[in-house]
């Protein structure tokens, strides 16, 4: 694995991000009040988050992942999305919640409603722990956002570099990005 953490800067700290998820939380908590939520964790950066996140949802939750491929490359989207691993579970008449980790062109979130709805849940809302609205290239309603973020490449809390680097407790970025 290729060693950056010299080169690496904290950006968002383990103890903003543990607050925010306890607000992000505690709304989903209100917003959902009654009723029972899907949580369809997108793999592989949105684990720590989502692991985080469902502790502080205090309703009957299930929980389910899917792996999308939307990268050519670590920093550019190619906008060719494909599902490589589906949901174990039929999300029908459920109220299904996405959790991804970071939203950037929104090609991957664009491609997975539209695949979502096509299996008739009762509803389908997006949490995104952050959010590079620099990029966004698509008609994209997010309605929980962790952090709205620069355009920069971070990594960390499940967001990789190189497939490294997801079990840090922070949220850093590259000094040359
Ligand atoms: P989008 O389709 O351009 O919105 O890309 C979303 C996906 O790209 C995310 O689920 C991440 O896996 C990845 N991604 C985008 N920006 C970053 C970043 O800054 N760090 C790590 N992964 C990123
Ligand atoms: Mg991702």
Do not use: W
Request: charged letters at 25%.
């Amino acid at each position: 694995m290729e060693k950056i953490l010299d080169n690496l800067k904290v950006y968002i700290s383990a103890e903003e991000i543990r607050k925010k998820v306890k607000e992000l939380g505690k709304i989903i908590t209100k917003d959902y009040m009654g009723e029972e939520v899907t949580v369809v964790g997108v793999l592989k950066g949105s684990v720590i988050f989502l692991a985080d996140l469902i502790r502080e949802i205090k309703l009957p939750l299930m929980i389910d992942f899917l792996e999308l491929s939307s990268y050519g490359n670590e920093y550019k989207s190619s906008g060719v999305v494909k599902i490589v691993k589906d949901l174990t579970h039929s999300v029908e008449n459920q109220n299904v919640l996405i959790v991804e980790d970071i939203i950037d062109s929104g090609l991957t979130m664009d491609y997975l409603i539209a695949n979502l709805k096509t299996r008739h849940p009762k509803s389908i809302k997006i949490c995104s722990l952050l959010f590079k609205p620099s990029n966004l290239s698509v008609n994209l309603k997010i309605d929980y956002t962790g952090f709205t973020i620069e355009n920069r490449f971070v990594i960390g809390y499940g967001l990789d570099y190189k497939g490294g680097y997801r079990n840090l407790e922070y949220i850093g970025y590259l000094e040359s990005t």
